[in-house]
Every structure is written in structure tokens, then in C-alpha cells.
């Protein structure tokens, strides 16, 4: 039995490491699929998108003129107020349920088995998740989008320069593909249906406002700009670009994001992040017995 469970490296036969990894991702692919709730979370987040693409029109001023920032903040889910983009909270679902599930149910044993080994049970999950995560957001956004110019036509409102909008959903993109790594990673770490949720939820929310002031309160050493560069932090700070915004803009988004660490070495430092977190899981996840 655990020479069948080994890495799909040690695979016997004629099946290389690619051919493997393929037939593990779409085995979680099609597992996502048949789950009624998989479909039930993209209708929730699509209707959400028209209603929010639907009612863009009465943001424009007296003018006509809607502001592209304000656009910016509906289409990446308000990541400053809501301190992580919003649509992270229903991606939640698909990202740790596939980890979280097989491993309390005792199921994660058949998967080794059915797709080649730990390692590629994970990776393969990890994959299939952000590539899950990153269509149905991308799928939002278009949604949204659309919504909106029809909104915008008959309402008699100036369309904005959308292609303005191209970096911050890039961003977008690339937040929800790390935010998906860390909900499978998380679930790897925490052996609980809750427990992952409870941690992604509170730590962005509350967790690391609370170590920053912690760590500025340390004596005998100054510590406070440490803070800045937690993980969810820079997720924050990545999906909010400050430095064309006059002062006092600045000063109020400020207070949101609890940094102000620029776009571009907020994501590479949220990138980074990500990776440790999905490696150490690894670690832990080919540790697990099933």
C-alpha cells in the first residue's frame, strides 16, 4: 500500500511526470465540476458583478463623467474597505475545500492513490484551484464590465478610458491566483474544515493590524515598520495604487491599508509570501497520512 502512494516520480510504467501531473489536474478539475456548489459560487459572483456593473452609472457626477478610480475600486471588490479583494471570501470555498474535505473525511488516501502521490496531489490542487479562481474572476470583471458600458449608454454617461483599468485588473488577477495558493496551502497546514477558514478570514481582517501594533509597542527596538510588510498588508497594497493620489487621498487610503509600500514591491512582496507558504504546505501535506 505505501509504495502506491509514493511521489509520482517513483511511478512504475511507461507514464512520464508530465502525463501524470495532466491526468491528476484534470481529475480535480472534473471533481470541482460535478460539485453543485462550484456552480452555485460563479453564479453568485457573476450576478454580483452585473448588479455592481449594472449600477455603475450612479457614480457619475453632475457632468456625466464617472471617475476611472472609482470604477477601479468596484471591479477589483474594494480592496482597501474591505481590507482583501471581496471576491476572495467566495473563493474561499473553492480553494479549501478540496484540500480541507479528503483530509478530514479520510477521502485524501484515494487520491494518492487514483492520481500517482502526495506531491502531485498537491500541486495539482494548487494549480486547478488558481486557474479555477483566476476564470472566475476574469469572468467577473468581463461581466462587470460590460454591465457597466450598457449602464453607462443608457444612462447618457461618458464611457471612461478602460484600458486605464488594464493594470488594476492585472493586479486582480494575480492577487486572486496568490489568494487561491493560500487557501490550498492553508488547508494543507490545518487539518479542519474551519479552522482554514477562521484564519483566512481573521488574520487579513484583524490578525495582522493586531502583530503590527504588537510589534511596535516592543521595547528597547523599533519595530513598527514591520508591519508594512506582512503578507495581506502588501496584498492590500498591491491592489491599491497611491502614487498618483493627491495627499490627502493618500492619507485616507493610508489608514485602510496600514502601508505605504507601492504597487509594484507590495505584489512582488506578496508573491514571495505566497511561495513560502505554498512550499512549507507542501512539506506538511506530504507528511500527512490520509
Sequence with gaps: MSALVEDFDRQ??????????????????????????????????????????????????????????????????????????????????????????????????????????????????????????????????????????????VAGVEQPQWLDLAAPVGRLLLWVACWMLWCTAVSALIRNRVGPVLVLCLVPLLGERVVGMLLGKVPGVDLSGVGEWLPFTLGRSMMVDMSAMATEERNFFGLFLGTDVPAGPAAAGFVAYTALVAVAAFVVYRRRSG
Excluded: N
Design 12 to 153: 512504475a510504467g511507461d507514464v512520464g511526470r508530465g502525463e501524470a501531473f495532466m491526468r491528476a489536474c484534470r481529475f480535480e478539475l472534473r471533481h470541482l465540476r460535478g460539485l453543485r456548489s462550484t456552480w452555485i459560487l460563479v453564479a453568485v459572483v457573476l450576478v454580483l458583478c452585473l448588479l455592481s456593473g449594472g449600477g455603475a452609472y450612479l457614480s457619475a457626477d453632475g457632468a456625466g463623467h464617472v471617475r476611472a478610480a472609482d470604477l477601479e475600486t468596484a471591479l477589483t471588490w474594494t480592496p482597501a474597505l474591505a481590507q482583501i479583494c471581496f471576491i476572495g471570501f467566495y473563493l474561499m470555498v473553492l480553494g479549501t475545500g478540496p484540500v480541507s474535505a479528503e483530509l478530514v473525511r479520510g477521502g485524501a488516501r484515494t487520491t494518492w492513490l487514483t492520481v500517482g502521490g502526495r506531491s502531485v496531489a498537491y500541486w495539482s490542487k494548487c494549480v486547478v484551484g488558481v486557474l479555477m479562481g483566476v476564470a472566475v474572476a476574469a469572468a467577473g470583471v468581463v461581466v462587470e464590465a460590460g454591465a457597466a458600458m450598457v449602464s453607462f449608454v
